[in-house]
């Protein structure tokens, strides 16, 4: 069991371009979560999806941000016209029920 | 909705004494909750997690019992080790979203 996979680790773009970020949960499970950490913030919950279905996004910026989970072995999630406050630490999380999840590594994200 | 408050910031102990961190909850569900522990550079992973009202969970010398008369999950361990340092989060679920609270980070000195 690899464990959650989170490509890449880290990514650093110029403001106004897009990154895309992926997330490979662990076999099996059902529920994907995303969340973003910055020192600031914390850890914010932004979206989760469960059986590849979007249940919640109110932690979702309205505009910029979208995540989507075409199949059950990956979820990504899309930053558009990046900006130095979109730099922060964003972390993929899974679980096979509503309950326990496991953390990816992360992706850092630098929005120069 | 549902919430999960934190009230410490930052605490800062000497190697060898006791550890309280404080957590408490608002739901109108039957929760599950849990300490995550997060190391410098390392992803958030689960420590403890309770559902049973009033009893002990214990892993890795740390212990939380869950109160669901004062809706807290307070984290203890009797005797701190530096490689206790680390961010520790808070976490509901319930039929929603998961909920984390703002974290305490733990600073372990010699």
């Known amino acids: 069991n690899a464990g959650v996979i989170q490509t890449p680790r880290h990514k650093v773009t110029g403001k106004g371009q897009e990154a895309t970020l992926w997330c490979e949960p662990i076999?099996?499970?059902?529920?994907v979560f995303w969340y973003r950490q910055t020192i600031v913030q914390g850890l914010e919950f932004l979206t989760y999806f469960r059986n590849q279905a979007p249940i919640d996004d109110s932690g979702m910026p309205k505009e910029r941000f979208s995540a989507q989970m075409p199949n059950q072995s990956h979820s990504t999630l899309k930053i558009q016209s990046t900006q130095p406050q979109d730099s922060a630490v964003y972390l993929c999380?899974?679980?096979?029920?509503?309950?326990?999840?496991?953390f990816g590594p992360g992706t850092r994200l630098t929005v120069l | 909705g549902d919430s999960v408050t934190q009230t410490e910031g930052l605490v800062t102990l000497t190697k060898g004494l006791p550890v309280m961190l404080n957590c408490t909850y608002q739901t109108t569900y039957s929760p599950f909750l849990f300490w995550y522990v997060q190391h410098l550079n390392e992803a958030p992973k689960l420590l403890l997690k309770?559902?049973?009202?009033?009893k002990r969970t214990e892993h890795q010398g740390f212990y939380a019992t869950l109160h669901k008369s004062s809706s807290s999950f307070h984290l203890q361990k009797s005797s701190v080790q530096l490689s206790d340092s680390a961010l520790y989060f808070c976490a509901l679920s319930d039929t929603g979203a998961p909920r984390f609270g703002a974290g305490t980070k733990l600073s372990v000195k010699p």
């Open positions: 309770s559902s049973t009202d009033n």
């Open positions: 999380a899974s679980s096979s029920d509503r309950y326990e999840q496991y």
């Open positions: 076999s099996g499970h059902s529920a």
